[in-house]
């Protein structure tokens, strides 16, 4: 019979059945903010690009896509990506029906809950080739390896990186 | 007795749905006028000359020609239009219309085009004033949902993703959006270049209107074997069988 720890992290993903809208979004994460225990989140689903990447209209700007600001647990944040998908580690098992009970009463709409193993543990080449060696391995599996280098957002509590300099 | 076509088999509600699409029997729900319609195409400004590849027919003085003296040019054809597309998308969450049954719908009811299919998106070419009256074709009938279907030049993913909140299909472009009032309003042309005016497209069709009036098989709709647990499958999955038997078995024939 295999025992598991109930001190061990555990990993999670939250599927809601719809893309939030920006101020949902908010609300689910400072719920889950608020129920405690995260080591790490991330946040997955469709770029929102500020102008239109390719065709005839190439370069005309979307308005919709831009200054969609949402405030998580006091840090402020510029969306890039539609919210579609949460995972997220937690300290331990016991965080689990709090963070049910989170998302329950922040979506209006069914979702999925998922616990499996959704960070990677070892640096990938991709890692490597952007970002050299990784000290600090919580980072792994925040970075979409599709993403430019300048694209990425890292908030941490100590302090908030956002390097999107040019806009696309 | 006069011959009436098939044109697909089965007696579920999809079945029947995908049979008036390719009789282009369909019911007439909303009437987006046609300035709006070329607005969002976005090829010529409304009002503006259409832009042409050859002179009149009449005045180029055809061939003779049995062919052509059999088949009526088009409108576009006999004015010497250029060729102009229209693309659309559709959502799998039970939009009304899918890329096959456009162009089926294209093929068999539309002269002089060109229709394309592709796993996520369906594009029609034909001359200008041609291809205007077909899209506007499209968007009047109940082919189209204007919250699940929508036309798109480019960047069309969104026909596979999930619903946003307000059961809109999702548009990484946002070239439409749902007005308080409960309109969806298209706000740019169909390759993201805003509008000058946000053109009203009508309400959305409820979830269990756009279920009625799907032409998607979907495990949690109507499947496509029929109804769950009857004893006998739906013809559309016997003829669907056939066919796969005849391109299997008799399609292949090294000689």
């Known amino acids: 019979m295999v025992t598991t720890s109930d001190t061990e992290s555990i990993q999670v993903e939250i599927t809601p059945s719809r893309y939030l809208m920006p101020a949902t979004a908010q609300r ?38 831009r200054d969609l600001l949402i405030e998580v ?23 689990l029906p709090g963070l049910k009970a989170a998302c329950e009463r922040a979506l209006p709409f069914t979702f999925q809950m998922k616990r499996g193993k959704f960070f990677h543990t070892r640096q990938t080449i991709t890692d490597y080739a952007k970002y050299g060696k990784v000290e600090d391995t919580r980072i792994l599996g925040l970075i979409d390896p599709r993403a430019k280098k300048d694209r990425m957002a890292v908030l941490s509590e100590v302090q908030v990186t956002i390097d999107d300099k040019e806009e696309r | 007795m006069a011959y009436t076509p098939q044109f697909y088999p089965g007696s579920t509600s999809v079945g029947i749905n995908r049979r008036k699409h390719m009789s ?29 590849t050859h002179p009149p027919l009449k005045e180029m003085g055809e061939p003779d020609c049995p062919i052509r003296q059999i088949v009526t040019p088009t409108a576009g054809a006999a004015a010497g239009d250029r060729v102009r597309y229209s693309q659309w998308t559709d959502s799998m969450y039970f939009a009304p219309a899918i890329p096959y049954w456009r162009s089926y719908w294209g093929a068999i009811n539309c002269k002089g085009c060109d229709p394309g299919t592709l796993s996520g998106r369906q594009i029609i070419e034909a001359r200008e004033r041609d291809i205007e009256a077909y899209t506007k074709a499209q968007y009047d009938s109940e082919m189209t949902d204007v919250a699940l279907c929508s036309m798109r030049g480019c960047t069309v993913h969104g026909h596979s993703l999930r619903l946003e909140e307000n059961g809109m299909q999702f548009d990484m472009l946002s070239r439409t959006e749902m007005g308080a009032d409960g309109n969806v309003y298209g706000i740019k042309d169909q390759v993201g270049i805003p509008l000058d005016r946000k053109i009203n497209l009508g309400k959305p069709m409820s979830e269990a209107e756009a279920k009625k009036r799907t032409t998607i098989f979907r495990a949690d709709g109507v499947p496509m074997c029929g109804k769950v647990g009857a004893r006998k499958y739906d013809e559309a999955v016997d003829a669907l069988h056939h066919m796969w038997e005849l391109r299997s078995k008799w399609g292949f ?3």
């Not at chain 1, 994460?29 to 225990?37: D, Q, T, W």
């Not at chain 1, 997955?44 to 700007?61: F, I, K, Q, T």
């Not at chain 1, 647990?73 to 965080?95: D, M, P, S, Y």
């Open chain 2, 24 to 52: 282009g029997n369909l019911e007439k729900l909303r009437d987006i006028p046609e300035a709006d319609v070329v607005a969002i195409m976005g090829h010529r400004a409304p009002g503006a000359d259409y832009s042409s």
């Open chain 2, 253 to 255: 024939r090294p000689e």
């Open chain 1, 28 to 65: 689910l994460l400072n719920e889950i903010f608020g129920n405690g225990g995260i080591i790490r989140i991330t946040i997955h689903g469709p770029n929102l690009p500020r102008s239109v990447p390719y065709g005839p209209g190439r370069g005309a700007p979307i308005a919709e896509n």
């Open chain 1, 73 to 95: 647990a006091g840090q402020a944040f510029e969306l890039c990506v539609k919210v579609g998908r949460i995972r997220l580690e937690l300290e331990n098992e016991t965080f």
